[in-house]
Structure formats: C-alpha cells, structure tokens
C-alpha cells in the first residue's frame, strides 16, 4: 500500500479530481497498489447524492461551501483538526463486498481509538465510530468499478468541532461530535495527535486490510450497510 500524506489544509476539489485519477488508474492497470490519502481539509461540507439535503439546513448560511459527491449519505463536515482518510482500494481483488470494506474501516479506526486510551465501538444500525453514544468518525464510500474512493474523517483535535453545530450531522437529529483530544484520559499524550492517529491507523489498515495477488476475501466482518 501506498501511503500519501498531503501537506497543510488541502483544497476539496483538488484532492477529489486526484482521487479521481487515482481510480482510473487503478481501472487501467489491475495490478496496480493500492492507495491511502491522508490529509486536513480546508473547510467544507459535503453530502451525498441525494435529493434530501435536509442535513444542510437549507436557507441558513452556512460557513464553508459545500459539495455534492457520489458517496452514501447525508452532510458532514471536513476541516482544520480533522483526520480524513481516502484508500483507494481495488475491491474486485477482496470479494466485491462494500459492507465487508466499511466494517474493517470501522474496525480499524477502533483500534487506532484503542491505542490513545480511547474506548470506541460501532453502533447496530449506523455507520461510523461513536465514543458511548457520541460520534467520533463519519464513513462514506464511492465506487466505481469496484475501485473505492472516499472514505473515513475522523475528528482529532477540539478544533474540527463547532462548524458541526451548523449542520445535522450525517442526518442524525440530536447527535453529539466528539473529539480524540477530548476522549483521551488526562494523562494522555496530546502533543502531533493528528499526525500520531495517522501513523496509527496506516499501520492497522496494512495488517488488518491486506490483499494477496490471488484475490483472497478483505478482512472484516459482514455486519451492516454502508450507509448511515
């Protein structure tokens, strides 16, 4: 797996046309390694394609712009403190199973979770990670040809927060967000947490999401839909 880190508060648009290319390639040479984006977005909303854009409040101002994208599910937020997460991943060579993808995402994230001193868990019926009944990460997938784009953005520092307070998260009424800085026991490391979570989850997505060249199924578990 090839793993990219894209510096300082990357540009929405220009990093979904690089996923874009990334899926293409993929789609023109099936051998090719699988990717994973890391990065921090400037701040933007986004939704999936739907006709109910109720989760953006519709009429209120909202404070960053937003984009419609071919992934499931209602609005969320991406922005300055925020972890997100694009592997681009050749799901013909593990199975063609999106619930099986989005649950060893979930996984993974929970072990990252695990290692910051975080409890964390999924919850029967929605997609994401919660911390008891707060929302820690929002999952969105898109596929196009069985290549898998988008997916994980996982709230790091305090930071990523209040733009959610403009919006009905993930069109979840009365959700809570929360953080990793504001889970973490008191005597946690805080310092680079952003960069530190990163590093964590790479390292589980490679031993816990690993293909082989003759097509063996993904790790995970069937457990549920992928969309919230």
Not at 113 to 119: E, I, L, R, S, T
């Amino acid at each position: 797996m090839n793993i990219i880190r894209i510096p300082g508060l990357a540009d929405y648009q220009e990093t979904l046309e690089l996923q874009e290319q990334l899926v293409r390639a993929h789609q023109e040479d099936p051998e090719r390694e699988d990717e994973l984006l890391l990065l921090e977005h400037a701040g933007v909303y986004t939704i999936g394609r739907t006709r109910d854009h109720a989760s953006l409040h519709p009429g209120s101002a909202l404070p960053f712009p937003v984009h419609e994208i071919n992934r499931g599910g209602q609005a969320t937020y991406h922005g300055p403190g925020q972890l997100v997460g694009y592997p681009i991943t050749d799901l013909n060579r593990c199975g063609r199973d999106l619930h099986n993808y989005v649950t060893a995402l979930e996984n993974a994230l929970i072990e990252a979770c695990a290692k910051f001193g975080v409890q964390a868990r999924i919850r029967e019926g929605l997609v994401g990670v919660w911390v008891e009944d707060r929302k820690i990460a929002s999952i969105g997938v898109g596929v196009k040809k069985w290549i898998a784009m988008h997916g994980f953005a996982f709230n790091v520092t305090r930071e990523s927060l209040p733009p959610f307070q403009a919006i009905t998260p993930c069109g979840i009424q009365g959700v809570q967000m929360t953080c990793l800085e504001q889970e973490m026991p008191e005597s946690g490391q805080k310092d680079d947490l952003l960069n530190r979570f990163g590093d964590a989850f790479a390292t589980l997505w490679k031993e816990k999401f690993h293909r082989n060249s003759e097509g063996a199924e993904c790790a995970g578990e069937h457990e549920k839909s992928f969309f919230p």
